[in-house]
């Protein structure tokens, strides 16, 4: 998998930017605040059809342009690929293209381009709120699995049904009537996504262990739960037992539902919990530590893309050496040997001799 070039245009701070780049490492150079970032979001946006930092795709488009248009060339499974959206202010769709060909949506183009990407609000994602780290099993296992995606795309719309009638049923009572029917829905297509985010976070827990062990020169030992409905006993359990637990737990909440007027039960409210050396990372874990762990679950998350797929996925990482000590420092730049890299940073002399290296300064390409 390789980004050979991009091309941007009122995207962000970008009034137009063409780049080319190299397969191993790309250093993304610039001062604070030039759009440094924003390059890396472009690539994101390409890859997943969604942007990492707003769910507001008006302020993707640079302030006083029309629209925005992102465009790159891919080598994808051994073939030359050009990926295009173009965004618009207000109600109008995007559009998409893959090679010239306008797509319906985003899952025709799912896995052109794959990347896993390291940001400093990924910090956040081991000490906030549940919401994150769903949104990062979410990302990673929509890039992976097609068929998680669309079930989790049916769960959500199923949940934001469920989520009105239980606000508006006591001013229109029968509503409360198709909650069954809801709730068997719901549990059908939750119990899919259930196992699909078993299974990929059993091997990330796998393989974040081992990395996280040598990323801190052996000092440190993370390990990763799963935490889900309270009645699926087995979240790896065949689907269809998973499937009655969760309908189950779904009856039992059914009077508290309708009481409180919210969907209090299901994989919505899944979360995962980061142990290091069996104390909660999110409670009492160091700055550093987390960020380590934080890698860790990229470099972990890369691994599983390699395995899966075949092809090495394109790694983004913005102000990843901050806050390393020196040996992790080594360790990590011994990880970027392989695939193809895009790192950002300030100074040149922290990554000598690695590869390309693409000056931005207020939103453009320096030569």
Not at 316 to 338: A, K, N, T, W, Y
């Amino acid at each position: 998998m390789e980004l050979e070039s991009i091309r941007l245009r009122g995207f962000r701070n970008y009034f137009e930017l063409d780049a080319a780049f190299v397969p191993g490492v790309n250093l993304i150079l610039g001062d604070n605040a030039q759009g440094k970032t924003n390059l890396l979001e472009a690539m994101v946006y390409l890859s997943t059809g969604k942007a990492f930092r707003t769910r507001k795709e008006q302020e993707l488009i640079r302030f006083g342009a029309d629209f925005a248009d992102l465009e790159a060339d891919v080598l994808s499974k051994n073939r030359d690929k050009t990926l295009r959206a173009v965004l618009f202010p207000g109600r109008k769709p995007r559009q998409l293209y893959l090679n010239g060909v306008r797509q319906k949506n985003f899952t025709t183009m799912a896995g052109e381009l794959t990347t896993v990407l390291f940001c400093p609000e990924d910090l956040l994602i081991l000490k906030t709120g549940a919401e994150k780290r769903r949104k990062l099993l979410d990302n990673a296992l929509c890039q992976l699995r097609p068929g998680y995606a669309k079930a989790l795309s049916e769960y959500q719309r199923l949940l934001e049904h469920k989520s009105r009638i239980l606000k508006d049923w006591r001013e229109k009572p029968g509503l409360l009537d198709t909650l069954p029917d809801f709730n068997l829905r719901m549990a059908q297509f939750g119990a899919a996504v259930v196992a699909y985010r078993a299974n990929y976070l059993q091997k990330l827990a796998r393989l974040t262990a081992e990395v996280h062990q040598q990323f801190s020169g052996g000092r440190e030992t993370l390990s990763i739960t799963y935490e889900t409905v309270s009645t699926v006993e087995n979240p790896l359990a065949p689907r269809a037992e998973i499937e009655g637990q969760i309908l189950a737990h779904q009856e039992a909440h059914l009077r508290a539902e309708i009481e409180s007027g919210q969907c209090l039960t299901g994989p919505h409210r899944d979360d995962f919990e980061v142990l290091f050396n069996g104390l909660s990372l999110k409670s009492f874990g160091s700055q550093g530590q987390v960020r380590t762990a934080a890698i860790s679950l990229k470099l972990s998350e890369r691994e599983i893309f390699r395995d899966d797929t075949g092809e090495e996925p394109v790694l983004l990482l913005d102000d990843v050496l901050s806050e390393l000590d020196e040996g992790r420092q080594d360790f990590l730049l011994h990880e970027l040997r392989s695939g193809q890299v895009f790192i950002t940073c300030c100074e040149e002399k922290q990554f000598p001799r690695l590869g390309g290296i693409t000056r931005i300064v207020a939103g453009q390409k320096m030569e």
